[in-house]
């Protein structure tokens, strides 16, 4: 049933933690409704906007690294590409500092 994808562990993890994140916001939204708030963002959100806006951003950074990295290793002179497991932990600090601050 999966077969069109390739499931490494990077990604496993990266959709599994979305899995969790989606779960984890529904509870908290039924036991703490949200209401608007103004951080850094140029707009008042909440916290479901500010979970969408930081997994769009983190699928963003994560397909640039993807397209990137043979640029990067040649650019860096690298033996390989650079590891999938950078793009996602800088992807997971970003969505954690939108969902934070944002």
Same mark, same amino acid.
């Given at each position: 049933?999966?077969?069109?994808?390739?499931?490494?562990?990077?990604?496993?993890?990266?959709?599994?933690?979305?899995?969790?994140?989606?779960?984890?916001?529904?509870?908290? +939204?039924?036991?703490?409704?949200?209401?608007?708030?103004?951080?850094?963002?140029?707009? +008042?959100?909440?916290?479901?906007?500010?979970?969408?806006?930081?997994?769009?951003?983190?699928?963003?950074?994560?397909?640039?690294?993807?397209?990137?990295?043979?640029?990067?290793? +040649?650019?860096?002179?690298?033996?390989? +590409?650079?590891?999938?497991?950078?793009?996602?932990?800088?992807?997971?600090?970003?969505?954690?500092?939108?969902?934070?601050?944002?």
């Amino acid at each position: 049933m999966f077969n069109w994808m390739v499931w490494t562990t990077p990604v496993a993890i990266f959709f599994t933690c979305i899995g969790l994140m989606l779960a984890g916001m529904t509870v908290w +939204e039924i036991r703490s409704p949200t209401s608007l708030r103004r951080g850094w963002l140029p707009m +008042e959100t909440t916290r479901g906007d500010r979970l969408f806006i930081g997994l769009l951003t983190a699928a963003y950074i994560n397909l640039a690294f993807i397209g990137l990295a043979g640029k990067f290793a +040649e650019w860096f002179g690298l033996a390989n +590409e650079p590891s999938i497991w950078i793009s996602f932990v800088l992807s997971m600090a970003v969505l954690l500092l939108i969902v934070r601050k944002g």
